[in-house]
């Protein structure tokens, strides 16, 4: 018994399946007043029971008291809890706390039952099963567990189907998978010795016919699954379209544009232009040299042999032709005047006839006449040009017996932008002087000796330079003297490539320049209809909805405004199709040696699909290097060879992919094993090393 302070009393006991305590014949505390509540707890080891009681005189019994076991818990688990149909779990059962022994009872979600603590247990139907346990301990105690097993329908696979197309043209795959463990791989063959990976590939069939496309797919248990798709590929035609029509002046470059679809690509192409002129090129330019309508026929050839041909009219107007004369405005009895001509439009060469309104005349494009009297003349130059076209332009001069003796000095030499010192002298008459220079190309100085920068190269004949001084009487001289300028360093656009992508895809192309003066302006043309105005800056972006090989051009221009342009290839191809590598680089190595030593040489080139490469060089002498690599894309790769004959041998290497795509075979690299006759090892090293005295020594001696 427990008071209020936690007093404990204690008496017999007996067991009939519960526990029971009676406690009689024991008085109470003398402190517990009658009224005092209290209760009785009894504990054996995990069970529990208590009464309570309140006291009034001496207590005699307090009652049964009944012990009770912690509460049962049921725990369910399984392994494992994804499978196929077919395969078998195992289930784990276990329980705390209630009275042992334990009865055990299994339902498998309907599926089964089971009395043990841990069966097994086979699934034959997929699904989801929730599978409970039950537990009952010694005093029909029960508590319940569930675990859930999903069951997955056996692996399986779909091939899609039935599949067309044409040849050359990509077909679409449609795989799927299901049952079985995820995740699953997909290999694919397509009857006529490709294959692809993925639920979805591509493949692109050479030639028509019926084939069988085979899907196997593999789960994360390596089960397998197979399915088959018929595979039925048709002809189809190549066409070419001559675009057009097309218009332009005789003389002048006109910009062809042919495209091409269908059929096998790679494609060659041909054009004829009407007037005997033909190319090769998709995109050619032509100069017509009379004017009229022609025809131009352009033809396109697949892989397969396949072609067709378009047409369109190009019409061709005259050009007339536009001739400008320049010179000095006055000039002194006695003293030669140059002149400079030009010519434009028509078509050239040109011819020149000058007429110098003294009855002098020349055929020169920039001559010199000497006018030996005063008076004003008015000269005329006439341009006739290849097509017998002419032009006249008429400019005057003023000549006077001029007193001063005046000396220009020259002629003056420079490059553009960059100033040249002109020098002035004069003797005779009365200073102070006044000094007029005329620079030839309509600029102008007061200085005696002025600092000038041309901003254009000088036509062929230079610039006409004339320094005209006048004394303080009003007495004039003048001398002519010409500046040569040159272009100095031009620029060089570079427009990176040859680039690759794919139809509809944006293709990225980076240009850069060199050389001129900076900072350059950049403009491209990336339609291939000759106006640079497509995209500005040094980057590019481009797509193409056809496949085929196109044309880019890059135009630089410095600022100084000399300009150049470069063009890079473009090969547009359908996804999952594979292309050769471009064409390798020359060899490049030691092109003079002697017999019996080893000589390294190296090449690249890169894989429009950025496969690995392979290079095989013929060394010219009936031998190779047989496939060196395979090497990345872009990267050099090398070979070494040995010459044992004396001669001369011409290098030249192709390039595979790894899928046996071959490229053509690069320019050839020329070498020579001399014939050297009666020359000492050292006199040979030092000729090794000399090339050219070598190349010398060969052409006159005839080594």
């Avoid at 494609?267 to 025809?295: A, E, I, K, V």
């Avoid at 003023?398 to 000095?409: G, K, M, T, Y």
């Avoid at 900072?519 to 339609?527: E, Q």
């Avoid at 909805?545 to 405004?561: H, M």
Wanted: aromatic residues 10%; contains cysteine.
């Amino acid at each position: 018994m427990t008071s209020p302070t936690q007093t404990t009393r204690t008496g017999s006991t007996l067991a009939d399946g519960t526990f029971q305590i009676s406690i009689s014949g024991v008085p109470p505390d003398p402190d517990w007043p009658d009224g005092t509540a209290f209760t009785v707890t009894i504990t054996d080891g995990s069970w529990t029971g208590s009464t309570t009681g309140t006291v009034s005189g001496a207590v005699t019994d307090v009652g049964m008291i009944t012990l009770y076991p912690p509460t049962l818990v049921a725990s369910a688990d399984a392994s494992p809890t994804t499978i196929v149909a077919g395969e078998t779990v195992t289930f784990d059962g276990s329980a705390t706390g209630g009275a042992t022994p334990y009865s055990w009872s299994w339902n498998f979600g309907g599926d089964g039952t089971s009395s043990l603590e841990d069966p097994t247990h086979t699934f034959n139907t997929p699904g989801t099963y929730v599978c409970v346990l039950t537990v009952t301990d010694a005093c029909s105690s029960t508590d319940t567990d569930s675990v859930t097993i999903i069951v997955n329908p056996a692996l399986g696979c779909d091939a899609g189907g039935p599949y067309s197309g044409t040849i050359c043209s990509p077909v679409s795959f449609s795989g799927s998978a299901s049952g079985g463990h995820p995740p699953y791989t997909y290999s694919w063959t397509f009857g006529d010795g490709g294959s692809g990976s993925g639920p979805s590939p591509t493949h692109q069939y050479t030639s028509d016919g019926s084939y069988t496309a085979t899907l196997t797919v593999t789960d994360s248990q390596l089960d397998t699954a197979v399915d088959t798709a018929p595979v039925t590929i048709s002809t189809s035609a190549v066409v070419a379209d001559a675009g057009g029509p097309y218009s332009g002046t005789i003389c002048s470059p006109i910009s062809f544009s042919g495209g091409a679809s269908g059929g096998c690509t790679p494609y060659t192409f041909s054009w004829t232009f009407g007037d005997g002129g033909t190319s090769t090129l998709q995109n050619p330019t032509h100069q017509y040299t009379s004017d009229g309508t022609f025809t131009a026929t352009f033809t396109v050839t697949d892989n397969k042999g396949a072609y067709d041909s378009d047409t369109a009219s190009v019409t061709v107007s005259t050009s007339a032709v536009v001739a400008t004369a320049s010179g000095p405005s006055n000039g002194c009895t006695g003293d030669p005047v140059i002149f400079s001509g030009s010519a434009s439009g028509g078509c050239s060469p040109y011819s020149y006839s000058w007429s110098f309104g003294d009855g002098g005349s020349s055929t020169q494009q920039n001559p010199s006449h000497t006018f030996n009297s005063p008076g004003t003349y008015t000269v005329t130059l006439t341009v006739t040009d290849d097509a017998d076209q002419t032009d006249s332009d008429t400019i005057s001069i003023v000549i006077e017996d001029c007193l001063l003796d005046v000396d220009a000095h020259g002629p003056y030499y420079g490059e553009v932008g960059v100033d040249i010192q002109f020098t002035g002298s004069v003797s005779g008459g009365t200073p102070p002087y006044y000094y007029q220079w005329s620079f030839g190309d309509g600029s102008f100085s007061e200085e005696q000796n002025p600092l000038y920068a041309y901003s254009s190269p000088s036509p062929s004949g230079g610039y006409p330079v004339v320094l005209y001084v006048s004394d303080s009487t009003g007495t004039n001289g003048q001398d002519q003297t010409r500046a040569y300028i040159d272009p100095g360093d031009t620029p060089v656009a570079n427009a990176g490539g040859p680039y690759s992508g794919l139809v509809n895809e944006t293709v990225h192309f980076s240009g850069s320049a060199s050389g001129g003066a900076s900072p350059y302006t950049f403009s491209w043309d990336l339609d291939d209809d000759g106006v640079f105005d497509d995209a500005t800056g040094s980057n590019a972006d481009w797509s193409w909805p056809a496949a085929g090989s196109y044309t880019i051009s890059l135009k630089v221009v410095d600022d100084v405004g000399q300009e150049d342009t470069d063009s890079a290839t473009v090969t547009i191809t359908e996804p999952g199709t594979n292309n050769p590598p471009t064409k390798p680089a020359k060899p490049s190595g030691e092109i003079n040696g002697k017999t019996d030593t080893p000589y390294t040489y190296t090449t690249s080139t890169t894989d429009p699909d950025e496969d690995q490469i392979s290079y095989l060089f013929d060394w010219g002498d009936g031998t190779d290097s047989g496939w060196v690599g395979p090497y990345d894309s872009g990267a050099t790769g090398s070979a070494t060879h040995t010459w044992t004959s004396k001669g001369s041998y011409e290098i030249k290497v192709k390039a595979k992919d790894t899928n046996g795509a071959e490229s053509d075979w690069s320019d050839p690299l020329a070498v020579s094993m001399p014939k050297i006759r009666g020359v000492n090892f050292l006199l040979f090293n030092f000729l090794e090393n000399h090339p050219l005295l070598y190349q010398l020594l060969q052409r006159f001696f005839k080594l």
